[in-house]
């Protein structure tokens, strides 16, 4: 779980450093990312944790819904 948790942050990093140069790949990279977060704090029991990142991942479809037009 400890590697999964670093692989998941060095993703969600490299997708905001995509976002910072308007590069619109950067949303999938927090996709995944948020929806891997997100089943990993469920696994643990962190359930808040777990909403936050259900959460975030809807924003990240909405931004790349976005972004799209």
Do not use: P, S
Request: hydrophobic content about 65%; overall charge positive.
């Amino acid at each position: 779980m400890f590697i999964l948790t670093w692989l998941l942050t060095l993703c969600a990093l490299w997708g905001t450093w995509l976002n910072a140069r308007q590069i619109r790949e950067g949303f999938m990279w927090w996709i995944i990312t948020d929806v891997g977060f997100a089943i990993v704090n469920f696994m643990i029991a962190q359930y808040a944790l777990a909403l936050l990142f259900f959460v975030y991942t809807l924003l990240a479809i909405k931004g790349l819904n976005t972004w799209k037009n």
